[in-house]
């Protein structure tokens, strides 16, 4: 086991678009940065990419929607770190854009349920007793304005006419996650919080998207590195509260 009391962060979906950009900013700070992905090819060539000027960058296989994968993941790491500190929801999947919520079927809903909501559950529910351990933790929920109940109600809102109901409900359901999560954990060092990155241009978000991953990685960052008098069980954009 590493004795360091360098940070450890993990964030998941690390190989590609935002969370490689949340993961490279994480550890060009200077935290011990941990690249979950669910290829092991992908994850080790994303290591290396983001590897060099004396950056602690390590790889750990990790399926967020199969919870066997979760429960082996943060095995390894409490055996190799003995420490989490920051733990990342960002893996992410948009399969049903062309859905209305009539057509709706059970299985795509599961499906999205199980990478967007159940696997960063699960992760926090295994992570808390390792930040628990050092009175310190940070937990990042990559979430979307789609999610947002309040835009969704608003027939002025610019996503109103944006389908993908089960990515919204799992990303509505992930925010009530960070709520219920914050509230359980109020009192104690470990802030949980929801953030929109914006639009971003990734392989989900589209070629037309205006941010890049980098900018996209700004806010995420900051809630991944707050100071102890930071906010609990809020849901941002831009560095700003947006409502729920
Ligand atoms: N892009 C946007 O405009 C936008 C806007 C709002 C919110 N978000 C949120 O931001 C997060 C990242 O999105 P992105 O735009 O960076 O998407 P992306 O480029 O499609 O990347 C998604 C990442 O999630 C990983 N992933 C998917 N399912 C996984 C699983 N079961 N286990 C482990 N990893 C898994 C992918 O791994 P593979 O390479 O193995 O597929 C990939 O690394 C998502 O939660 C998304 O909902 C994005």
Not at 64 to 69: F, G, R
Not at 75 to 90: A, E, H, Q, S, Y
Not at 95 to 105: F, P
Not at 179 to 208: F, M, Q, Y
Request: aromatic share 4%; proline share 6%.
């Amino acid at each position: 086991m590493q004795s360091s009391k360098k940070r450890v962060a993990l964030v998941t979906g690390a190989n590609r678009g935002i969370g490689f950009a949340v993961a490279s900013l994480l550890a060009r700070k200077g935290l011990t940065v941990i690249i979950g992905a669910r290829d092991e090819k992908n994850g080790l060539d994303a290591q290396k990419r983001m590897s060099g000027n004396g950056r602690d960058v390590h790889f750990t296989l990790l399926d967020v929607a199969d919870p066997t994968s979760i429960i082996a993941a943060i095995g390894r790491i409490d055996g190799l770190f003995g420490r989490l500190d920051v733990l990342v929801n960002n893996a992410g999947i948009l399969i049903d854009s062309e859905t209305g919520i009539l057509e709706l079927s059970l299985g795509l809903l599961q499906n999205t349920l199980k990478t967007n909501t159940f696997g960063p559950l699960l992760l926090s529910q295994g992570c808390v007793p390792l930040m628990q351990k050092h009175d310190y933790g940070r937990i990042v929920n990559i979430s979307s304005t789609l999610g947002s109940l309040t835009e969704i109600v608003n027939p002025d809102s610019p996503y109103h006419d944006q389908h993908s109901p089960a990515y919204r409900l799992s990303k509505t359901m992930l925010n009530a996650i960070t709520a219920l999560l914050a509230k359980e954990l109020h009192g104690t060092n470990i802030l949980v919080n929801s953030v929109c990155p914006g639009w971003v241009r990734t392989d989900l978000g589209g070629p037309r998207a205006p941010l890049l991953p980098e900018q996209a990685a700004e806010t995420p960052v900051w809630l991944a590195t707050l100071p102890d008098d930071g906010p609990t069980g809020g849901f941002f954009r831009e560095h700003q509260p947006i409502p729920w």
